[in-house]
């Protein structure tokens, strides 16, 4: 018997209704753990559907330490393709309902077909339903969310993924997003409006005196962490503690990327939430860090790329239409990054980026794909494209730059290009060294070894998303503590090497996806402006725009350290045969 | 790359960890490069290639001890685990590979153990360890084990003696050699207090790389603080105390911006010595025999296990106070600000020390300085009382 698995997929086909539990080999368990590698394996009899196929698969898969004590471990990943990017996606999502799905028995969840109505998927333990949900049908998310909760924890979409907005999330009703690269499109496709998952079964360890010195360790290192146990760190001020970091670095992306610099940023900082709102600690199932954080009366407050996004990248200094615009998102079932750089690249096109109290209502019309909206719902490349102005959509493979000015961070310049699910600063986090110095700083203004660091960091990254763990508490910890707990749940020797190598076959795997569909080096560019135009320099502080050459060069680096080939495709079109 | 290597290995030579000669490095760009002594070049490249890895460091410590720790081990055992705080934290044990298991090729052997660990003891090689991101995370490493190796290696002699053939002689020339003797001699210090801000960067840049250079603290261990006013400027976390020119924080005491969250793990410490009034300077190093002397406890029957992290009482070593508590968030600071208030000097259960200053950084250097003689000249008395004089009782060991 395993220890750390159940061994079980369920799989539901929403044309017909039917449902039945599949078992998953020990070895391909394994070799893949669970989460982002297990969801990205699960597709590949499927990643060259289009994303809105009916037989595109939407895997819900947590991982060996869900539902254990490991800390900040009761998360999972969805994974699917995405309609905004076309590339292979995945996304990490808090809460509580990783935990449920796994107290279900279950350690994938694969959704496949589309229903002739809108449906609700209910797990109660071994009991499985596909029940009507049109009532729900057009509800913002709380509601949804209110109406199921009683039968457990709930994973819903709004409006904006009923109506197929590109960069529709799937939120917890916690208030966690599956969010960035319109998962809740693929699910509002499907007709699912929510899921409800309930279940008692007991996670199992191997070694438990092995796994209580691991946490040990693990608590230890975060308290070592000023970035995560600091006074100043996220546990007291959430990821919006960033925000006058990223002011005092002058790389917080302003007006669409035109500056690196919001001077009244300091209206939305984690000490001005903390003010404004009287913010509590809040966060995931069981997770001592407690990032999230929450007010009364008005739920989850914003994350630091969301304030950051809806403040100085649209030039709007006010705190609480900022919030607003976060609930917004939040009940539309939206991407608060996506939306916010899409309106801001809109802004610039027409030559004024909206004011605080035009956000609102451009929200809910995106959602609903009404007048403007409906361009607007297609994200910032499409939208700068039909408008004639490509140039202004600041995303790499169509997903819209979080709030870290690459022209600020070269590490991240490249890892936004590099990586697999398109401009995305989690994938490799650069910041966690060229900003936050940890486990060490490198120099966030040279190439000098990027392309060997990113190549790293994802590999381990990949294994984060599959444990799953919260990437945050590897601001503390490393994969050498982790791999402790994964061998002390699982029973199976892992440590950090043979971890990153699963991690590697991982990123390998979701390149060869997008490959196969048509993607290459000519996808891994930055737009433009961040080779041609210089960020806001001053206080000793030059932000100059990145040399281009360089950037190829470290790119070229990156290529053959991956083993690929000059285009960055695979000369091997078996690749895929050699893995598990 | 190769500006980093060089950069590192004169590193080591400087803070005497190395033996000359005796240093190379590896690094994997998307081209491998190694430098330094060509044998452990080679294995330090033919190591990394088996790795995910950006930097590996190969060199022999300047001290056999980490060797002497390897032939006292008993059989069977396969790790060293010293009881001092960096190894506790951040390294967990330190594997090591006895030169009988070595073979033709030691190169896959250290590479899986260095699969697991930072690094890795070889005995009759030095010790290898490996830095995931940068070069520098390999010297640290290599640091880390230098020093958590020096601190085992004196605990163990103090309590079971010499029992190795040539381990006298090597010790003996341990002390009249390597040691040296340790004051402030010849170093500039601002009079304080130091008002102008710019004043205070450069003066705590200055005595940062002061304590490195008479050996209080590894590079990238320990950190220091100034007060002006309402602000703390405290050195980052994971910088290196002689290079913090651009790496101190200003912080403000009324948490009215977060731009400190790059701030040394200690600011809370930090922050509550100032709170206890009139200190303007903290300094904390990790001063070796200050580390080895904390953990030494003539308490008998005592029912605290986890004395590192659950010792609730202030011991005196001479009339310093010596506290327990882990870092950041981990208790230490809590037990050393009301410890340090009047001494103005305290020992952390083997991590290391702090001492404050008035009016300028003189009297905290000064102090740190006093702490570590006085508790090397406590060590070599003891040595002598418990290893010379056969009536003494010896110590229990620490845990």
């Known amino acids: 018997m395993m ?39 699960l597709l590949r009899d499927a990643f060259r559907l289009d994303p809105f196929d009916p037989d595109m698969p939407l895997v819900f898969a947590v991982g060996p330490l869900c539902g254990t004590p490991a800390p900040t471990a009761a998360r999972m990943s969805v994974v699917s393709r995405s309609p905004l990017t076309g590339t292979i996606y995945d996304c990490s ?58 039968g457990g924890s709930v994973a819903a979409i709004g409006p904006a993924g009923e109506r197929g907005v590109l960069f529709a999330s799937i939120l917890t009703g916690e208030g966690n997003a599956v969010g960035r690269g ?42 070592a962490s000023p970035v995560i146990f600091g006074e100043l760190g996220i546990s007291e001020y959430g990821t919006p503690a960033l925000v006058d970091l990223m002011r005092q670095r002058r790389m917080a992306p302003t007006e669409n990327f035109r500056k690196t610099v919001f001077e009244r940023s300091g209206n939305y900082s984690g000490p001005a939430i903390r003010k404004a709102f009287d913010a509590r600690k809040d966060g995931c199932f069981g997770c001592p860090i407690q990032c999230k954080k929450s007010a009364k009366g008005v739920g989850p407050l914003p994350e630091y790329e969301t304030v950051s996004h809806f403040g100085a990248l649209n030039g709007i200094d006010d705190l609480h239409a900022i919030v607003k615009s976060n609930s917004a998102c939040n009940e539309l079932g939206m991407d608060t990054i996506s939306a916010a750089a899409t ?100 120099d966030r203004f040279s190439f000098s070894g990027k392309a060997r660091i990113i190549k790293i960091a994802e590999d381990t990254n990949a294994v984060v998303d599959s444990l799953v763990a919260c990437k945050f508490s590897f601001f503390g910890a490393t994969l050498e503590e982790y791999a402790e707990l994964l061998s002390a749940v699982t029973g199976v020797e892992y440590g950090p090497q043979s971890l990153k190598e699963l991690g590697e076959a991982i990123c390998l795997t979701e390149r060869f996806y997008n490959c196969a569909n048509g993607f290459s080096s000519k996808d891994d560019r930055l737009p433009a402006r961040f080779f041609e135009e210089p960020g806001s320099s001053g206080e000793g502080i030059e932000i100059p725009p990145i040399d281009a050459a360089r950037f190829e060069e470290e790119l070229g680096k990156y290529y053959r350290i991956r083993g690929l080939r000059d285009d960055g495709t695979f000369a091997d079109p078996r690749f895929l045969e050699g893995l598990p | 790359v190769r500006d980093q290597i060089a950069k590192y290995a004169a590193k080591l030579l400087a803070d005497r960890s190395a033996a000359p000669g005796r240093v190379a490095f590896a690094a994997q760009d998307d081209a491998p490069i190694a430098a330094g002594e060509a044998g452990l070049a080679r294995l330090a490249g033919d190591v990394l ?54 073979g033709g090729d030691a190169a896959p052997k250290i590479a899986a153990l260095l699969g697991t660990r930072k690094g890795v003891v070889v005995e009759g090689v030095g010790i290898v360890a490996g830095g995931t991101v940068t070069i520098e995370q390999a010297y640290i490493n290599y640091s880390s084990i230098f020093h958590a ?28 050699d390597w040691l040296k003797p340790l004051d402030a001699e010849g170093l500039a210090f601002r009079e304080g207090p130091l008002e102008d801000p710019a ?110 992290r659950d010792c609730d009482k202030v011991r005196l070593l001479g009339d310093t106070p010596i506290v327990a508590g882990e870092i950041g968030a981990g208790g230490l600071a809590r037990r050393v600000p009301p410890a340090i208030a009047g001494p103005g000097k305290a020992i952390v259960y083997g991590h290391g020390v702090f001492t404050t200053g008035r009016e300028g950084f003189a009297e905290a250097f000064r102090a740190m300085v006093a702490v570590e003689n006085g508790c090397r000249e406590e060590y070599f008395r003891r040595l002598r009382l418990y290893w010379e004089d056969s009536s003494q009782s010896r110590p229990e060991a620490s845990s």
């Open chain 1, 343 to 442: 309106l801001a690249a809109w802004g610039e096109a027409r030559g004024r980026f909206p004011l605080a109290e035009e956000v609102g209502p451009l929200l809910d019309d995106i959602a609903h794909r009404r007048g403007e909206g409906d361009l607007l719902a297609q994200g910032s490349r499409r939208a700068c494209e039909a408008m004639g102005v490509p140039g202004l959509s600041m995303s790499v493979k169509s997903l819209e730059l979080p709030a870290y000015d690459p022209r600020g961070a070269y590490g991240m310049a490249l890892a936004y290009c590099t990586s697999n699910r398109g401009g995305c600063h989690l994938r490799a986090y650069p910041i966690s060294h060229e900003i936050l110095r940890k486990p060490v700083p490198t």
């Open chain 2, 199 to 308: 004043e205070v960067l450069d003066e705590v840049a200055t005595v940062g790389r002061y304590t490195v250079e008479r050996g209080l603290v590894d590079s990238f261990f320990g950190n220091i603080s100034w007060r002006l006013g309402d602000t703390v400027y405290i050195s980052q976390t994971a910088a290196s105390l002689d290079e913090l020119r651009g790496c101190i924080d200003p912080v403000p005491s009324d948490n009215s911006s977060t731009t400190g969250i790059t701030a040394s793990s200690e600011l809370l410490a930090h922050r509550k010595i100032y709170e206890s009034g009139g200190v303007r300077a903290i300094l904390h190093g990790h001063p070796k025999f200050a580390v080895v002397m904390s953990m030494l406890c003539d308490e008998k029957g005592c029912p605290v296990k986890d004395c590192w």
């Open chain 1, 93 to 150: 999502a808090g809460g509580r309902f990783a935990h449920r799905l796994k107290s279900a028995g279950i350690d994938a969840l694969r959704i496949v077909g589309e229903s002739p109505s809108p449906v609700v998927l209910r797990i109660a333990g071994e009991a499985v339903s596909v029940e009507p949900a049109d009532a729900l049908w057009g509800r913002p998310v709380s509601e949804a969310v209110r109406a199921l909760e009683t």
């Open chain 2, 149 to 176: 190796t020096f601190v085992k290696y004196l605990l163990d002699v103090l309590a079971e003696g010499f029992r190795l053939p040539g381990e006298r002689e090597a010790f003996d020339a341990f002390r009249r």
């Open chain 2, 49 to 102: 290639s088996r790795l995910s890895c950006l930097g590996m460091a190969v060199a022999q410590p300047s001290l056999p001890f980490a060797d002497f720790l390897v032939q006292r081990a008993a059989a069977g055992e396969h790790a060293i685990l010293p009881p001092d705080t960096e190894t506790r934290t951040f390294l967990h044990d330190i594997p090591f590979l006895r030169r009988d298991e070595l």
């Open chain 1, 182 to 223: 319109g998962l809740g499109a693929v699910m509002g496709r499907k007709r699912l409006k929510a899921i409800v998952v309930d279940g008692a079964k007991a996670a199992s360890i191997a070694d438990r005196p092995r796994f209580d010195k691991a946490r040990q360790d693990i608590l230890r290192l975060f308290k």
């Open chain 1, 3 to 41: 220890s750390g698995w159940h061994g079980t997929l369920l799989h539901i086909d929403l044309s017909s209704g039917a449902s039945r539990r599949e078992p998953i080999s020990p070895d391909l368990l394994r070799a893949w753990l669970g989460g982002r590698g297990l969801g990205v394996r």
